[in-house]
């Protein structure tokens, strides 16, 4: 299927400074999920998104869906040594599975 | 804990062996999952179960690789005759059977290193 890509690949930023991570997609996606992973951890759902133009906050956390459902941003704001970890999003294909297939990550540094 | 458990967390074995892993969904959860994720990528689908039905197979899983989920409760996922290749981290995953709900609950997986 159709990967998912994320720009950046790596981002390092002072403590306290935004970040955003951007996936992009070739086709329309039907939804697309937005994971962390902590270093040595496992993949954490953090949200998912349906509808053309939506936008979900969490805490310090905006996620938007585009308009054309082909890209999806994720932006921290004021960023924590908490923050740190790689940010994934996954679009799950329409079809019976749900299965998930994942961009290429962003992994975020945050220097104290 | 009701989350998803994995076992081992850690396999070394030599190249050629066999190895097993078990993954313990969350017990209301229909759909399972095992995924591969290698170092500096996101994770790849390998397989979907739901209940004990196997309905789908990645491209990825070799006739090397077998997975059962025999009582639609927990899955075990078999490598035979294991290659330095196979080296990664197995992830789990369960979701709920709600069409509209696609959350996957990840175990932390069993990292594999064959030398």
């Known amino acids: 299927g159709q990967q998912v890509m994320q720009i950046p690949q790596y981002q390092h930023v002072q403590e306290g400074e935004d970040f955003t991570t951007y996936c992009n997609s070739s086709t329309t996606l039907s939804n697309i999920q937005w994971y962390k992973q902590r270093p040595g951890g496992h993949p954490v759902f953090l949200i998912q998104?349906?509808?053309?133009?939506e936008v979900k906050k969490q805490k310090r956390l905006t996620f938007q869906f585009g308009e054309a459902k082909k890209n999806s941003s994720l932006h921290i704001t004021a960023t924590q040594t908490t923050d740190v970890g790689t940010y994934f999003c996954a679009r799950a294909p329409r079809g019976a599975t749900n299965k998930l297939i994942f961009g290429t990550g962003t992994l975020l540094a945050v220097q104290p | 804990d009701t989350g998803v458990s994995q076992d081992p967390r850690h396999k070394i074995t030599k190249r050629g062996q066999n190895v097993t892993f078990r993954c313990d969904p969350i017990?209301?959860?229909?759909?399972l999952y095992w995924y591969r994720q290698t170092l500096g990528q996101g994770p790849e689908f390998l397989t979907y179960f739901q209940n004990e039905a196997q309905l789908e197979k990645s491209r990825l899983l070799s006739d090397r690789f077998s997975a059962e989920r025999p009582k639609g409760s927990f899955s075990t996922l078999e490598i035979q005759r294991t290659e330095q290749g196979d080296s990664a981290m197995y992830l789990c995953?369960?979701?709920?059977?709600?069409?509209?709900?696609?959350?996957?609950?990840f175990g932390q997986g069993t990292r594999l290193t064959v030398v």
């Open positions: 995953a369960s979701s709920p059977s709600d069409g509209q709900n696609t959350e996957a609950f």
């Open positions: 998104l349906v509808k053309s133009g």
């Open positions: 017990s209301e959860h229909n759909r």
